[in-house]
Each structure stands twice: as C-alpha cells, then as structure tokens.
C-alpha cells in the first residue's frame, strides 16, 4: 500500500473532544496523575507533563477572570450602570452587550494594575542588580544567553502572586520580545529558566485549580517589592513622574464610573484614568498634559538620551532581522542607532522636550525618521556611503518604531494588550476541558506529535504564514514558556527564531488557515482541523479537488470516515448539547485577530468571504452525499496567531 493511500483511523487522527463531568473513579485517577507530574528537567520539545501542568495554570487564570470581571462594584464599576442606561424592556439585548463591556473593563483594568505590578517585581526581583547592556556587550550577553547551561528555576516561596505570573505568562508567549527584553535588561536568568514548572505545579490545587502560595512566598514578595500580594489591596491608584519637572503624583486607574459616560460615548470613550484609553491628567505642579501619547513620546525620548549618553542600544535593535541574537557588532538591524547618532538625536531632542507645546506624539517621530532616511548626508554619516535606505535597514526602522506603538512601558510589547489576547486561547482551552479528560495524557501526547508536524511545515514553507489549530497552539504556547530550549529548537529546524504574532489580520489569517491545512493533509494524509463546523468543513473543502476525490479514493474515503465520526459526536453528548459540544472542537487557534479598517483590506477580506462561501457550498452537497451532519452556517469560530518567519 503506498503512503498517498494509507488508510487512516479515524480512532487515530481526530483529538476527542470530552465531557467535563468524570466518575469519582476517574477524578481520583487525574488528582493522582496532576500530583505526579515530572517537571524538574527541561527538554527539547515539550513534553507530556508541561501541558498537563500547562492547563491548569489556564484554568486558574480562567477562574481569576471570571472572578474579577464579575464582582460587581469592582473599581465602582456596577453591574446596574447597564440598567440604567437601558432600562426599557426592548433594550434587553444593549443591556445584555453593556452589562459584556462592564465586565469587559473590569478586567481590564485589573490586568493594567497587574502589568505595573509585573513591572517592579521583574525590577526588583528578578536579578535586582543586573544592569542595561550596552552596545559593547551585546556578543558577550547573546554567548552567556546561547551557552548559559545552569538554570534556577524559582522555588514555591519565591513564586509572584498570580496576576503577576499571568503577566509574565503573556511576555513568555512573545518570544522574541520576551528574548529582547530578557537582554537589554540582563535577566539572563529568566530566559534560561523559564516558567517554574514544579514550583507553579505545586501550588494549584489539583482540583480546584485555586493558586495558593505559601506565607514565606507572601512574605517575601511583599517585603522584596512593597507591594500587597493581593492585586485588590494594592495600588488603589497610580504614581506617576511628570517628564517636565520630575515630580510624581497619583492619577486613577479609572474614571468610567458614571452611567452618562457609559451611556453617552460607550467604554472605550469614557474615563480619563491610566486605564482608560483617553487618559489625561495635568501634573498638579507644573500643569503639564499628560496623556498615552506623551508617555509614549517620552520613552522614546528616554531611550535617545541612553543611547547618546550611555551607548544602550534603541529597543528592537538587539535581535538580527531573523529573531537571532548578534554575531557581530556590525549588522543592519543596529541601522536605527546609527542614524541616530548620525545627527537625527539633536533635532528630536529639541522637538520631543517635554515643555514644548502642542507635545510631540509618536507619529512625530516616525515622520523625522522618514525624512532622515531621504537624507543623504545623514544617510551618509550613519554608514559611510549615501545610497537608499535597503530592505533590511527599513525593516530595523520599522522594528524600532513598533516599540512605541500603543506602548509606554520598559517593555517591548504592550503586556497588557498581550495578556487580553490571551483571553480567547484561555477560554477555548475551558471550554475544550481536555484537563477534565481521563486520557489526558495520551492526548497531549498526540497534539505534541502534531505540533511537530506544524514545525515541519514552517520548515518546508520558509517566509509563509503558518496557523496552528487549538491543540497545536496548546503545545506551541507550552514550548515557548521554556524559552532557551524552544530558541535552540526553532533555530536547528528553520535557522530563525520563529515567534509568535496574535496580532494578524483576520483575512491573512483565514487565507494563511486553508493553506496550513492543505499542506498538512498533502504531507500527513490527515486532517489538520479535527472539526466539523461550517468554518472548518468549507476550509477543507477549498482544498479538496474533485480530481483528488477521484485519484486518490482510499485517502478521501479515510476522510469521510473520520469526519463522520467526528461530525456524529454530538449525539453522543450527555445533554445532547450541540452548541457545548461545538465549543470542545479542536478549531484554528482562538486569538484575537485584527479587523483592519484600510479599504485595500476590507476589498480582500470581502473576496476572502465570498471564496468561503462557495466552498461551505460545496461542503453542505459532500455532507449531504456522505451521509453526514451539516454544518450549520454561524460565525466562524476562529482567531489568530502564528508564525512570523
């Protein structure tokens, strides 16, 4: 039997989807299980134990969301706002969506609280006395990084409250930021480590999943960086430093509290607090406007004066245009600092003064930088000869810049954007309940194998956009949280260090789905979506060729197979649930994707839309032919993330 006509099992290729509720027999079998899990070693791929250990770190930070967005009068946030302001019993539904977006800013505002936590525990905590690296230690951090062998995790009384480990969960699941950051600011330790699995494994209930750390724990992190272990006793407010005289004062995380601001602009107009995205406040002593734009203009204007004072280099310069860390003090992504240097600094340094009036904003500065790279004197200054700016050195501007995008933090990357996102993936992996599973381990053990297959086929599509599934992604986020380990596995199968985008546009993103699929079908003689919602069936019915149905009848007859079994799964739920049972369905990865608003964008995604049309078509007449269930047509059931090559 040729490989193109293997039959497949359908036993064997769809991850099973399972009821949550489990015999007293089975819960006693996984408490033992969780209890037993081998953590203390790292390895090359991730294993069996790390994904075990990995859900149930999902399912406490579920239960703390859940927790948070519904305690009502949270930040004197009350669930009655949405009756009052839709207090007619045909408003029902916009009461329903306010009381959402209530909820919504809780926990937004309790993960901006947390980033700031996360900020002066990675300061104080984490190798308190590290220092920036400067230009001319660049090679010598990226050798102690790549050859560093020791590694100490930290201990179950060292561990961060949860809100914190959360935050640092997000910044891990950005690997190339993560690997930034860990460099620029020395944390050589962080990255070598990785998360703590024994440590955190620990500490949740097998059970419950309840994150309970010891009092030493308490005790230290409270001593070590003045803050409360619990996020709700803590920081009721915000201390900030005026750029212009240096003075801190306390400005609200919110003030979104009033029913006419609900009412009149919605939540992401009302509030001028920190966590409010109109933030504004003037500084009580100098009378300063400060707001996102300004913070983020002066982080700029900070990070300048470290390069010209102290030779640190720009954030998004540290890492070569391939995610790598430098092999030499001379390579284009360090172009940015260059340019700077060449003469640039002295103009911005005058415009981004932060007594300047109207305040220099972020797209000031991109606008500058622009016109230094038509500038051939500085082009000239900067490297020597004044030619056009190449690819590679535009990409390093572009890298530079992304920096200050939407964000005003140390960091490279918006954490709180970042552990919002993560939102979605979390309650997918809920709703899935592959942690209630009593072949849990059998099935990590299969979506690892798949994730390999993922692997290879960034492997064989160099530059093309890959999109896991939910279980892929499952073992995709688990590897990355070993960061050193999952650096060294990226780079000996593709020679990149692959990251980890959740930020891509919600047609490339469908596009980029239906070729993952394809390809893997073709190289696996699988199926890659284990899923038969209408999203899924038409993706893989793009894909299928009536010719292909023809040549190749074992392989699409295997296919039938599996999909039927897979479609008739429902039947089987306890409740006869169909929409539960859906939720459990292994479907693209579950991030959140981008709605652009350029109409170039929209014009694709509307051909994108009407391509999944005709196939779903197609789809609804093979199910019909087959004998199968028909996917009902719904909003697609996916999202984002993947692969930037």
């Given amino acids: 039997m040729s490989k193109e006509d293997r039959d497949l099992s359908p036993t064997e290729s769809p991850p099973p989807s399972y009821e949550s509720a489990v015999t007293n027999g089975q819960n006693d079998d996984l408490t033992a299980a969780f209890s037993s899990l081998k953590l203390g070693a790292q390895t090359v791929k991730p294993s069996q134990d790390q994904c075990l250990a990995h859900l149930k770190l999902l399912e406490a930070f579920h239960s703390l969301r859940e927790e948070i967005a519904c305690t009502d009068g949270l930040f004197d946030i009350h669930d009655s706002i949405s009756q009052s302001a839709f207090p007619e019993t045909s408003q029902r539904k916009e009461r329903a969506e306010l009381l959402l977006q209530i909820r919504e800013k809780r926990w937004a505002i309790y993960v901006t609280k947390a980033t700031q936590r996360y900020q002066i525990w990675w300061q104080k905590v984490v190798e308190p006395h590290s220092k920036m690296v400067k230009h001319e230690d660049l090679l010598s951090a990226a050798k102690k990084l790549s050859f560093e062998t020791s590694f100490y995790p930290l201990p179950a009384d060292e561990l ?50 309840e994150y309970q750390c010891s009092g030493a724990a308490v005790k230290r992190f409270e001593s070590d960086t003045g803050l409360k272990w619990d996020n709700l006793n803590d920081m009721r407010s915000l201390k900030i430093e005026c750029a212009k005289c240096y003075v801190r004062f306390e400005t609200p995380w919110t003030t979104c509290t009033s029913v006419d601001k609900w009412r009149e602009n919605g939540p992401r107009e009302s509030g001028q607090g920190f966590a409010d995205r109109l933030f504004r406040v003037n500084c009580p002593y100098c009378k300063t406007s400060i707001n996102h734009e300004f913070l983020r203009a002066q982080k700029f204007n900070q990070n300048l004066k470290n390069l010209m004072e102290d030779d640190l280099p720009m954030p998004g310069t540290l890492l070569d245009l391939d995610g ?12 940015p600092n260059w340019l700077l240097k060449a003469g640039l600094y002295k103009e911005m340094q005058v415009l981004l003064d932060p007594s300047r009036v109207p305040s220099w904003t972020i797209e000031d500065v991109r606008k500058s930088v622009e016109s230094a790279l038509a500038d051939r004197n500085i082009l000239k200054a900067a490297r020597g000869f004044a030619i056009k700016p190449r690819k590679a050195e535009k990409v390093s501007i572009r890298r530079m810049m992304s920096r200050y995008w939407a964000n005003s933090s140390i960091f490279a990357l918006d954490l709180v954007g970042a552990v919002i996102r993560q939102g979605s993936f979390i309650e997918k992996m809920h709703a899935i309940d592959w942690i209630h599973s009593p072949t849990a381990a059998s099935t990590m053990g299969r979506l690892i194998n798949k994730y390999e297959r993922f692997f290879e086929i960034m492997e064989r599509n160099p530059g093309q956009l890959a999109v896991p599934t939910l279980d892929v992604d499952l073992a995709w986020h688990t590897h990355q949280l070993t960061p050193s380990s999952y650096y060294a596995y990226s780079l000996s199968k593709t020679s990149i260090f692959i990251s980890h985008d959740d930020k891509i546009p919600d047609f490339s993103l469908s596009t980029a789905f239906e070729r993952t699929s394809k390809l893997y079908q073709s190289l696996f003689h699988e199926i890659y979506s284990e899923c038969t919602c209408w999203y899924c069936e038409s993706i893989r019915e793009s894909h299928t060729s009536t010719a292909s149905r023809l040549l190749k009848p074992s392989t699409s007859r295997a296919m039938e197979n599996s999909l039927r079994a897979i479609g008739g799964s429902s039947s089987t739920h306890p409740d006869g649930d169909d929409d539960d049972d859906e939720k459990k369905r292994v479907h693209i990865s579950a991030h959140s994707a981008i709605q652009p608003r350029d109409e170039s964008s929209r014009i694709k995604a509307r051909a994108q839309a009407v391509k999944l049309d005709q196939a779903y078509r197609k789809a609804v007449k093979h199910a019909k032919r087959n004998k199968r269930p028909i996917p009902q047509r719904q909003e697609a059931n996916k999202g984002g993330g993947y692969a930037e090559s």
């Fill in 160 to 209: 961060p409250p949860l809100d914190v480990v959360m935050v640092w969960h997000a910044h891990m699941l950005n690997p190339r930021d993560f690997l930034e950051d860990c460099m620029r600011y020395g944390k050589f330790s962080l990255w070598t480590a990785g998360l703590p699995w024994p440590a955190i494994n620990s500490c949740i209930h097998n059970e419950t999943f």
């Fill in 324 to 335: 790598k860390m430098m092999t030499s003090h001379r390579g284009q992504h360090l172009f």
